[in-house]
């Protein structure tokens, strides 16, 4: 059985928000990774079964590896489709803010949705959530949005509702934003719901394959580059870090996705509790800094405190705007800003 985790109160608003909206557009944050893309087509899928006329409106690109979940295709872009992009937005009754907590995270979108006058349900786990949402469902403990979808889904009293292309959606999510269960993934419901997900139908097997055995060969090079070439390692701070700069990642063919996951490669080290990963970033003037920790250390605190950024305990990012030897010079700050910490994790 399911702990009810969202309050009754919530789940009885959200159904009332769904039951009064005819079109509704769910948006999610940039550069949407496997959970946000996961959460927004898991919901797509169920809303269609009842009847809803649904668009997934994103800031930017996704990574090739989420293109084959059911109704992907039919994503829109904002960067591409601004017009239609709008149109949709001023035209929905419902808005859905899946998987990020302040307007910010959604970049470019940002605007129109602060615009829009219809009502907002939010679904995130994200820490400190911003107050811009008539309904917030917000639990941090939970470690992917997909899960939350699939529990809001099932208290609103509609399991059976949920297709085998919806399942496959937030098992993916849930698969990607645990590392393929591999952390934040000891809450036995989580392997509940995977269970009730199987009953549905879905090949978690599959799944896994298509999402992590999709590198290029450019990405499987760049692995052994940056492991080989680049990675610095501090034992004494038990932490690492690889940085990358746009000339190198032309060398490899970079595209977008290429670099997620490297970070976690130094934490494989016997001793290494964080990890940083600092890239160029190949659109705007900026660095965009990925950090990693294991156990209690707090890599969040690092992102709000040194990098204009956030997230999770163990997995946090921002953003630099300067050149790369600052923001080396930074991580190296930060690490003896936290030295005790970082030692006695
Ligand atoms: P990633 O390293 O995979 O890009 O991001 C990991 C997590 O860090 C994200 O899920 C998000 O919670 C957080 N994060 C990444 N970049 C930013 C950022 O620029 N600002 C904030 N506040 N959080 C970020
Ligand atoms: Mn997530």
Known sequence: MLEKVILPANIERASELFDEAEKIVI??????????????????????????????VVP??????????????????????????????????????????VLKRIDIVAPAVEKATCKKLLVDHHLEPGDFCDVTISHPQISSTSELVF?????????????????????TGMMTDTGGFTFNSNDRQ????????????????EIYRRVFHTYSEGRL????????????VFPQFRSALIY?????????????????????????????????FLREDTEKPMIKVSLRSEGKFPCNQVAAEFFNGGGHLNAS?????????????????????????????
């Open 221 to 232: 090079r760049l692995m052994g580059y940056v492991l080989y070439e680049k990675m610095q």
């Open 244 to 276: 990358l700069t746009k000339e190198e990642q032309s060398k490899f063919h970079y595209v977008k996705g290429d670099t997620e996951g490297l970070v976690n490669l130094p934490l494989q080290m016997k001793g290494i509790c964080f990890s940083a």
């Open 317 to 345: 990012g921002g953003e630099f705007y300067g050149t790369m030897d600052e923001a080396v010079e930074l991580f190296k700050q930060a690490l003896v800003r936290y030295e005790d910490q970082l030692l006695k994790n």
């Open 27 to 56: 948006v999610t944050h940039v550069s949407p990774d496997g959970d946000a893309i996961g959460s927004s087509l898991g919901l797509l899928h169920f809303l269609e079964t009842q009847g809803k006329t649904v668009h997934v």
């Open 60 to 101: 930017n690109a996704f990574p090739d590896f989420l293109r084959w979940l059911p109704g992907a295709k039919d994503i829109v872009r904002y960067d591409r489709y601004r017009d239609f992009g709008n149109q949709l937005i001023a035209g929905a009754d419902l808005i859905c803010c899946l998987d990020f907590n």
């Open 190 to 205: 989580i392997y509940f719901i995977i269970s009730e997900l199987l009953s549905k139908g879905i090949d978690k097997d």
């Open 151 to 171: 529990r809001l889904i099932c208290r609103m009293g509609y399991f059976e509702d949920i297709t085998m292309e919806g399942a496959q959606c937030i098992y």
